[in-house]
């Protein structure tokens, strides 16, 4: 499922126009990503738990010839699912 077929879902299920659901989902995902930056953790209760987690830096090595690589510290998002959401997909 990608973020339109999302949207298609979110339409037909809260019987919304395609413009008012493609909104809903919008306000969803940014209040996600504010939250994200703000507190750097979000919680949906039964869904699942966002965090944001820094990646410190490190040395790899390029595959095709063996040369040592810089890897820059960065930030990320790790996502832990819910009780319910792990229950609903089994």
Known sequence: ???MDLIAKVAE?????????????????AAI???LKDSGEVRLVGF???EKVERK????RN???GEPL?????????FKAG????DGVA
């Open 13 to 29: 299920t809260a019987g919304l126009s395609r413009a008012k659901a493609t909104e809903a989902v919008e306000a969803v995902l």
């Open 70 to 78: 810089a890897i820059a510290a960065s930030t990320s998002v790790k």
């Open 57 to 60: 830096a490190s040395t790899g």
């Open 63 to 65: 595959p095709r010839t």
């Open 48 to 50: 699942g738990t966002f």
């Open 83 to 86: 009780k319910a959401l792990k």
């Open 1 to 3: 499922m990608n973020k």
């Open 33 to 35: 990503g504010a939250g």
